[in-house]
């Protein structure tokens, strides 16, 4: 099947380098505003845009400035399950926050972030720091453990492990049939998780493992894909563009 290569913007990467990698998103009261709706409008609760804002009331006043999002600017060599641990938060919920189809992301590119939950501050209420500071050592100590045992998961597959030259191609070109060389028909699924390789070095059919990608199906071939050299299915040339020329392991994990 006919596949469209990309290769790597090296400009991109060392404008992107240079970005600032943290920012917040402001939001400026109208005239009718209220925390609540306000918080409604971007997803949060009147909770967070207290905490997020360090208020000492719900009055709010136009024109007044409040912190609604946080951004996070992508740098070389990020991945979106380190941007997630990071920021405490999950793969899936960076992905639904910033319409992510796949795990591809480019270096510049900026991804929108929320802020946990918190207890409205109140001065009618008395609460104890020390609870309250345990049971956040708690939850940090399973989130911990829990994100060890996903790490291990997706970081440590079990199996045959190569270090190949990997590129991106997609069905979506003029002339392409879309169906691959072991007949998954990937028009049908453009967000397939499918890759093209040199039968020789990995047997069709294999489950595998793409640093960088996840868990695939090798289930192409291609005429320059010769040796340790794979590529892998992207649902847009936008995101083949994205993923351009990478040198990644792949994790043979069955036949």
């Known amino acids: 099947m006919k596949k469209i290569f990309a290769s790597m913007s090296m400009g991109l990467l060392l404008v992107g380098a240079s970005l600032s990698t943290a920012s917040a998103e402001d939001y400026s009261v109208q005239k009718g505003d209220n925390l609540w709706t306000i918080a409604n409008q971007f997803e949060l609760t009147v909770d967070q845009l207290i905490e997020m804002n360090n208020l000492d009331t719900t009055v709010i006043q136009p024109k007044q400035k409040l912190v609604v999002q946080e951004a996070y600017t992508v740098k070389k060599d990020d991945t979106l399950y380190g941007?997630?641990?990071?920021?405490?938060?999950?793969?899936?919920?960076?992905?639904e926050w910033n319409g992510l189809d796949s795990d591809i992301i480019l270096v510049?590119?900026?991804?929108?972030?929320?802020?946990?939950?918190?207890?409205?501050?109140?001065?009618?209420?008395?609460?104890?720091?020390?609870?309250?500071?345990?049971?956040?050592?708690?939850?940090?100590?399973?989130?911990?453990q829990q994100e060890k045992n996903q790490s291990n998961r997706q970081e440590q597959p079990e199996g045959k492990t190569l270090t190949v030259t990997a590129t991106a191609y997609t069905a979506q070109c003029k002339g392409c049939s879309g169906v691959?060389?072991?007949?998954?028909?990937?028009?049908?699924?453009?967000?397939?998780?499918?890759?093209?390789?040199?039968?020789?070095?990995?047997?069709?059919?294999?489950?595998?493992?793409?640093?960088?990608?996840?868990?695939?199906?090798?289930?192409?071939?291609?005429?320059?894909?010769?040796?340790?050299?794979?590529?892998?299915?992207?649902?847009?040339?936008?995101?083949?563009?994205?993923?351009?020329?990478?040198?990644?392991?792949v994790t043979v994990l069955d036949k």
Not at 83 to 95: C, Q, R, Y
Not at 108 to 136: A, D, V
Request: hydrophobic share 30%; net charge positive; aromatic share 2%.
């Open 83 to 95: 941007i997630a641990k990071a920021h405490h938060v999950t793969v899936d919920e960076l992905k």
């Open 108 to 144: 510049g590119q900026k991804l929108h972030m929320k802020s946990e939950g918190h207890e409205i501050k109140n001065e009618s209420m008395t609460r104890s720091k020390q609870p309250k500071q345990q049971s956040k050592q708690v939850k940090e100590k399973a989130t911990g």
């Open 180 to 249: 691959t060389a072991t007949g998954i028909n990937l028009n049908h699924d453009r967000n397939k998780k499918v890759i093209a390789v040199d039968p020789n070095v990995i047997p069709l059919g294999s489950r595998v493992h793409v640093e960088g990608y996840g868990y695939a199906i090798a289930g192409d071939t291609g005429g320059a894909i010769k040796g340790n050299k794979i590529d892998i299915h992207v649902p847009t040339k936008q995101e083949a563009k994205k993923w351009g020329v990478r040198t990644v392991k």
